[in-house]
């Protein structure tokens, strides 16, 4: 999949040449437009603001509310996420976090290939919770007793020091204000393992960052490289997930002494 590196979607030019070539999509974009508007005006604080955006969008269709098009693409999506980590050495006995997890999309072939009770999911969507309640019934995967948790924020207070030797962010950075992104940077150091890693995607521009409507933001991957290094923290752009037929771009943050 090619990836526009360099439009600012955030642009009047942009939005009037994209409206020109896609003239069908224009009513859903303007009506998402007055819902993201009045949702805004209801919750000024982001975290607040996105909680809304997916309790709405998930009453609708949960599988939609984490990206995918259709069963089929939301299958492949969540296989994507699986295989990759499995050929970067994910083994059964290793201890996950995975940061905003769904409707488990990725998370229910992490649940099946760990070792029951190795798999913790936070998300600070209680709706979308419900919704994977609903994924892990569907696959079966009951007695694999995962760990699902709402959060308010990404300070991982609750949780306890070097314990996950694999945290996951899929599509979550993607959607996340850089205080919400250098919130997590400045805790996950704590809860992360010795030799683990934290994989994250995000949204990748070469030119001005931007967001469109507070839901989708882009960034430069010097912006995030830098914020991790501020943070004690190691971090690498991920070349060979660029192979992938995903639009989004990945970022491995490690322990300095393990980087
Ligand atoms: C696009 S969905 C992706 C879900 C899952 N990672 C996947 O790949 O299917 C983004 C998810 O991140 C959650 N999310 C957004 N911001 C978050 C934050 N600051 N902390 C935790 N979860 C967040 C949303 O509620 C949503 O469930």
């Not at 309790?55 to 939609?64: E, H, I």
């Not at 995962?146 to 949780?159: A, E, I, K, M, N």
């Not at 995000?202 to 960052?209: H, S």
């Not at 409507?213 to 995030?224: G, M, P």
Request: net charge positive.
């Amino acid at each position: 999949m090619s990836k526009n590196l360099t439009a600012n979607r955030s642009s009047l030019t942009h939005r009037v040449s994209y409206a020109l070539r896609h003239p069908a999509r224009v009513p859903r974009h303007l009506r998402r437009t007055a819902r993201d508007t009045w949702l805004r005006y209801r919750s000024p604080d982001h975290v607040a603001y996105y909680r809304a955006v997916m309790r709405s969008d998930t009453r609708r269709d949960p599988d939609a509310a984490v990206g995918g098009r259709s069963r089929e693409r939301w299958l492949a999506l969540g296989a994507m996420q699986f295989d990759y980590l499995l050929g970067h050495g994910l083994r059964p006995e290793h201890r996950m976090l995975e940061i905003g997890c769904g409707n488990l999309r990725a998370g229910w072939r992490f649940i099946e290939y760990l070792r029951p009770g190795h798999y913790y999911g936070i998300d600070i969507s209680p709706d979308i919770l419900f919704a994977a309640q609903n994924t892990l019934q569907e696959q079966g995967l009951q007695d694999r007793l995962p760990t699902l948790t709402p959060v308010r924020d990404l300070s991982l207070g609750f949780l306890p020091d070097g314990r996950f030797d694999v945290v996951h962010a899929h599509s979550v950075f993607s959607h996340s204000p850089l205080p919400v992104i250098e919130e997590c940077f400045a805790h996950i150091g704590r809860v992360l393992a010795p030799g683990g890693w934290f994989d994250f995607t995000f949204d990748r521009t070469e030119g001005a960052e931007h967001h469109v409507l507070r839901e989708d933001f882009y960034y430069r991957t010097e912006t995030l490289l830098s914020l991790a290094t501020e943070h004690g923290l190691t971090a690498r752009f991920m070349d060979d997930w660029e192979n992938l037929p995903h639009g989004q771009s990945k970022i491995r943050v490690t322990h300095r002494a393990d980087g």
